[in-house]
């Protein structure tokens, strides 16, 4: 037989729900079909089997909530899957038998059960206890599982020893990651002066825990800083007008965000040491810019991400940034369109909030938080003037991007947005 194991869908996901099934028992399945829904911290998405059998039990109902990631969900015929637990041995019924004392030349430790030791690699020719996402992921990265050991139930090898294997073992698994530290102590609101039936409390869906968590880990181990500037955005403005008149047959609109979003991505390959990341190992400095933007959804937020930014126009940009919104808030974004990124672009000048400063999302390096354009007066020599100037601030993770590096990134950011043409050239 063979576990279908809750599947690990983001690397922060610790538990998920179990929104539908798509078999029955009795079923036969073939790898590559869909089996089931699960809903995740950022989105809901199908589950493919990755092995062929019929469905021999439904281990976790339609709709289950918090279902552990590596908890057996269903069981299908196969050869492979993790042994079942021993029982402990059933009392005897001779009662005489119970009764019997036991020789005294048998220490009572040595019937003590010694802690298990890890388990070594298999051998050749022994049976290899793996989930099949943990097989997929070794095919992926040429690893054989022969030589890696099983840290799951059972000595069952998981997603997390392969990846611990791909890095070297030093990678870490996200859950003790993030459950690593002493946690602060939070009171109730009772406690804290709250009266009772003077509230209505709403549950925490995993999207919400999933950023609680987060936030909380990067705003308190990351050292940040602000950088601030003002851009004038009149020309921006009557650029987007004439892209837009041009655009306007195809259906497309570029909006301002999308001149962000290009201009951020040319400034992040004209200063490479912003497109970067912190690592125990070392400085990641990243290929490509590829920026997240931040897109509010019920319950929370999510960071769709525009792949390779640098080399795309302001219309693949705007068709693009569109379509990952409009599937974030149906929550149909695959892994991979969410995961990962090199920076992000959190904009609320919609909401007319000027200015604002954003957390880091990690392992991003910076993040930049635009706020509204609006007229406010400015100084041209000696004279005053009414111009439209919208605040930006970049949050840098100090870790990796310095003062000086934030500030020329912005010196390269700044004249694009005001100047859209440098960036059309």
Partial sequence: MTDILMPALSPTMEEGNLSKWHV????????????????TDKATMEVEAVDEGEVLEILVAEGAEGVKVNTPIARLSGDDAAPAPKKKDEPKADAKAEETPEPKSEPKAEKAEAPKAAPAPAKDGERIFASPLARRLAKDAGLDLKSLKGTGPHGRIVKADVEAAGKGGAAKSATAAATSGEPR?????????IAPGSYDLIPLDGMRKAIARRLTDSFRDVPHFPLVIDCEIDGLLAARAQVNAMLEPQGIKVSVNDFVMKAVAMALKAVPEANASYTPEGIAMHHHADVAMAVAIDGGLITPIIRKAE????AEIATESKDLARRARDRKLKPDEFQGGTFSVSNLGMFGIKSFASIINEPQGAIMSVGAGEKRPVVRGDKIEIATVMTVTLTCDHRVVDGAAGARFLQAFKPMIENPVTMLA
Avoid: R
């Fill in 311 to 314: 080399t795309k126009s302001l």
């Fill in 24 to 39: 029955k028992v009795g079923d036969t399945v073939s790898a590559g079909d869909v089996i089931a829904e699960i809903e």
């Fill in 185 to 193: 102590k939070v009171l109730s609101l009772e406690q804290q002066g």
